[in-house]
């Protein structure tokens, strides 16, 4: 198969790191492998990232998928992660594109979406 690089941002308090997420998916016996000092919350990304691309109707296909969350010495914590594992997964599996999510954007889950929805709302209401 292939494998794919998404950015997403750390937080730790009011600083934030670049990590990089490589996401590479093979042929062989099934199993999701997560490394690069991830907390409980991100390793259970694995069961989210897979029911919401289950829920857009792309098949979850058996195989041997392993992530790599690099710095590996920056702690990573909350479920900010899915959508850059998401992308990643996705790219690696030949979903989408490649270049669609190349080096240019940072992934931090929801909140790029929420920042949009408060200044729509706010242009809007003023």
């Known amino acids: 198969m292939s494998s794919a690089t998404t950015l997403a941002v750390a ?3 009011l600083a934030g790191s670049i990590i990089e997420v490589e996401a590479h998916c093979a042929n062989g ?3 999701f492998v997560l490394v690069g000092l991830a907390d409980t919350a991100i390793k ?3 069961e989210r990232v897979r029911a919401a691309i289950n829920a857009v109707g792309i098949s979850w296909a058996e195989r041997r998928v392993t ?3 690099s710095p590996a010495d920056i702690p990573k914590t909350g479920t900010g ?3 850059a594992l998401a992308v990643a997964l996705l790219s690696a599996g030949g979903y989408i594109n490649p ?3 190349a080096r240019r954007s940072a992934y931090r889950g929801a909140e790029p979406g929420r920042l ?3 200044r729509a709302w706010g242009a809007a209401g003023s």
């Open 116 to 118: 949009f929805a408060a």
């Open 29 to 31: 016996l099934p199993a």
């Open 44 to 46: 259970e990304a694995r």
């Open 67 to 69: 992530v790599n969350l």
């Open 99 to 101: 270049s669609s999510c």
């Open 81 to 83: 992660f899915d959508l």
């Open 11 to 13: 937080l730790n308090g």
